[in-house]
């Protein structure tokens, strides 16, 4: 087999028929475009998504789950016997981790952890006049708070020195803060479902780009929240923990729970269904791209079982001047390989321009989400993957054609 | 200085479809060195069957064949492509040349697939066997925008290009006009002139009558296998 010959005549047969081999290059670039168009957004989402869901999570939190499920005394005494309780009071249990601060500073002399925050959060009710919305607060130490979620970098106004320097601070939610119509400086009542109630200043206005946490949550100095609970200092109801790295939190939640008999959550766990999200935008990302390429593959299947028709003749002379059957098939792959080099580099070209159109899309997720156009990635390994499954594609599609082509019986078609 | 270059020994041929039928019936001849021959016979005798048989193309008969010392019967197609690249050349009858390659590709690719020579001396050989059928001219043409005579032509150049033992011709001239057949037949006399082993399959009588030696055939077999008189004066 002599791939300089058969390559010549690959070449000469592709240029003869310029048309149809355009027509077999722009189904491949099609089908390959669409998969970078499509892999690069979905993952875009994908990445989007965790990283605000993990950024505004901690990768563990650890907290008293109160269980109230007991039963009666006179159930546990004569399980079989005919009770009848009317109404049983639950159990006042609190919900404080107890030796939180010494937890708290345990797991932070641990390796592999970033940073802990110890913290008291409770629902509240904002008041500010008329309006009166629910949410929560989390009592913390804003450095270190800073420290798992990089606060500054998401505060809207205000400084966190501030609250620092004024016990009666809040850091509050940027669209809360919105809806409760109160700016920098202004005060707002906050009111406790136990009974407590505070006036508190407004010093700072913060936005993760996630819903559920801009609408709802504020932070206030640890110590106030306590007093507002009427709680002795040592009173924390949560610990979060950061990993340096996201994925042992999961391995490590599990073993403080066993450590310390608290329950813990991992950012998996509490994110279920964005992860769940993701599968389901992987798995249909694959699905059209790979049904874009089949189709593809069909038409190239197509016009090259027709060239081999076209050429038969061409096949039976060849081979009665000495070309074999491997010589022959490499002439017909080699055209199929061509249009599938060719045709995939196209798409990767058009996919990219299409993902960057994508991503300088304006996009309007409104309070919801941060963004202002469309999340995309622009990853190297996309557009490798998209080449290989363009090229295996059209060899797939050539192989057979060519195989029919090698087969050609050159008397039958020379008698005439 | 005579050798045997081909001998067939024994050939039966049938085909099955519609009906079994014997097209060949115990073929025995030899071919010398630098002999031009001519199978004749009438239309379905099974000259062209034998024909493809001997070429290697066809290998399914019963027999034995033998050229240039190298028995063929029996062997695997990749060898039989590449025995027939270098010992064989083909005219044939309707199909001439790969329409979209210049007529100096078309006489180069053999040539280039055998790989004896690099690609320029291939080239500079072409062009002399161009020159030698006098289409010389012609070779950065497209075959496509010649007339069957000049693209038949081109046939018999690329037949020459790898100086085969033998050249094979099925009906060589069947397809051309009266000039063209004249003139390519007169390209054929002018080879075995100068020592070219030719076999053609013809049913055109003046193009028998200008050979040295005449097989005649029917109904798969030989009836007659002289040797033309202008020979026997030689």
Same mark, same amino acid.
């Given at each position: 087999m002599d791939l300089h010959i058969a390559s010549q005549i690959a070449r000469t047969h592709l240029l003869a028929k310029k048309r149809q081999t355009l027509v077999a290059m722009l189904g491949v670039t099609f089908g390959i475009a669409m998969f970078i168009t499509m892999i690069s957004f979905m993952q875009g989402v994908n990445q989007f998504l965790e990283d605000s869901a993990l950024d505004a999570s901690p990768h563990i939190r650890m907290y008293n789950e109160v269980n109230t499920q007991r039963p009666g005394l006179i159930e546990a005494l004569k399980p079989n016997g005919f009770n009848v309780i009317y109404h049983q009071k639950p159990k006042n249990e609190s919900a404080r981790l107890k030796n939180g601060l010494i937890m708290a500073q345990h797991i932070e002399r641990e390796?592999?952890?970033?940073g802990v925050s110890p913290q008291i959060a409770t629902q509240v009710f904002y008041n500010n006049g008329p309006i009166q919305l629910s949410g929560t607060i989390s009592g913390v130490d804003i450095d270190r708070e800073n420290r798992l979620y990089k606060l500054t970098t998401r505060l809207?106004?205000?400084?966190?020195k501030a609250l620092k320097t004024n016990p009666d601070g809040l850091i509050m939610g940027s669209v809360l803060a919105r809806k409760l119509n109160v700016q920098l400086g202004d005060k707002v009542t906050v009111t406790l479902p136990g009974g407590g109630t505070r006036i508190l200043r407004v010093v700072g206005t913060f936005g993760f780009g996630v819903g559920t946490v801009d609408n709802t949550k504020s932070y206030a100095n640890i110590s106030t929240v306590q007093e507002i609970m009427q709680r002795d200092p040592s009173y924390i109801t949560d610990i979060h923990i950061k990993m340096?790295?996201?994925?042992?939190a999961i391995d490590y939640g599990k073993r403080l729970r066993t450590m310390y008999g608290y329950y813990t959550e991992d950012w998996a766990t509490a994110n279920t269904a964005i992860l769940a999200g993701e599968k389901i935008r992987n798995m249909l990302t694959y699905v059209v791209s790979i049904t874009l390429l089949v189709v593809a593959g069909f038409g190239i299947y197509n016009i090259m079982n027709m060239t081999v028709i076209n050429k038969i003749k061409d096949i039976a002379i060849l081979k009665a001047t000495g070309f074999d059957g491997k010589d022959i098939v490499a002439i017909f792959l080699l055209q199929a390989l061509f249009i599938g080099f060719t045709g995939g580099l196209l798409g990767l070209v058009i996919g990219f321009g299409l993902s960057y159109l994508l991503s300088i899309t304006p996009f309007d997720a409104g309070d919801f989400l941060s963004i202002k156009t469309f999340p995309v990635i622009f990853a190297p390994k996309y557009y490798g993957m998209g080449l290989l499954f363009g090229i295996v594609t059209t060899v797939l599609a050539g192989y057979f054609p060519s195989r029919k082509a090698a087969q050609v019986d050159p008397v039958s078609i020379l008698r005439g | 200085m005579m050798s045997t270059v081909l001998s067939a020994r024994h050939l039966n041929k049938y085909f099955y479809d519609p009906d079994k039928f014997q097209v060949l019936k115990d073929i025995t001849f030899d071919v010398q060195s630098g002999e031009f021959l001519a199978i004749v016979g009438k239309s379905g005798c099974g000259k062209s069957t034998l024909l493809y048989l001997l070429s290697t193309m066809d290998t399914d008969y019963d027999g034995q064949v033998e050229m240039a010392g190298t028995t063929l019967t029996g062997r695997n197609q990749d060898f039989l492509a590449r025995f027939r690249n270098e010992h064989l050349g083909f005219v044939f009858q309707f199909h001439f040349l790969l329409p979209e390659f210049s007529v100096l590709q078309n006489v180069m690719l053999p040539g280039l697939k055998l790989g004896k020579y690099p690609e320029k001396v291939v080239e500079e050989r072409a062009m002399e066997k161009l020159r030698l059928i006098g289409m010389a001219d012609y070779a950065?043409?497209?075959? =496509?925008?010649? =007339?069957g005579g000049q693209q038949q032509r081109v046939a018999i150049a690329r037949a020459l290009i790898n100086d085969p033992t033998i050249i094979m011709g099925d009906e060589p001239t069947g397809n051309l006009d009266r000039a063209n057949s004249e003139n390519v037949f007169a390209i054929f006399r002018d080879l075995a002139a100068k020592g070219q082993t030719i076999i053609a399959v013809t049913h055109d009588p003046d193009f028998a009558a200008g050979t040295d030696r005449v097989i005649e055939m029917s109904d798969g077999m030989i009836i007659n296998g002289h040797e033309t008189k202008d020979r026997q004066a030689n």
């Open positions: 390796p592999g952890v970033l809207k106004s205000g400084s966190l340096i790295d996201p994925l042992q | 950065r043409k497209p075959a =496509s925008k010649l =007339s």
